[in-house]
Nanobody, 124 residues
Framework: QVQLVESGGGLVQPGGSLRLSCAVSGSIFGINAMGWYRQAPGKQRELVATISSGGSTNYADSVKGRFTISRDNAKHTVALQMNSLKPEDTAVYYC??????????????????WGQGTQVTVSS
């Protein structure tokens, strides 16, 4: 089965840095866009950053200039470097990837997959 596993979350002080990583495993035939989303308690899940298969990036205005998304196609990973962290960055961060997988029917198709999430807490 396909799995997305995030790592790198934790507690960091305001102004600090943290690097999140997401590894994709399983029977994957292709990887399209990948991205990071976050959700704070009582709030809607929001897009943080995305990166296309060609390397084009997109960031939420709230993180632009502070966060950097990258990917390693050979390793099937996507990372999020977070600098100058603020308390408002506190949330559960989720990895997302659009993957080409083979169904039990034998047909391949593109579908979005999500990781379990990793907690990022920015506090003094």
């Amino acid at each position: 089965q396909v799995q997305l596993v995030e790592s790198g979350g934790g507690l960091v002080q305001p102004g600090g840095s943290l690097r999140l990583s997401c590894a994709v495993s399983g029977s994957i035939f292709g990887i399209n866009a990948m991205g990071w989303y976050r959700q704070a308690p009582g709030k809607q899940r929001e897009l943080v950053a995305t990166i296309s298969s060609g390397g084009s990036t997109n960031y939420a205005d709230s993180v632009k200039g502070r966060f950097t998304i990258s990917r390693d196609n050979a390793k099937h990973t996507v990372a999020l470097q977070m600098n100058s962290l603020k308390p408002e960055d506190t949330a559960v961060y989720y990895c997302n990837a659009n993957l080409l997988t083979r169904r039990k029917t034998g047909v391949t198709s593109w579908s979005d997959y999500w990781g379990q999430g990793t907690q990022v807490t920015v506090s003094s």
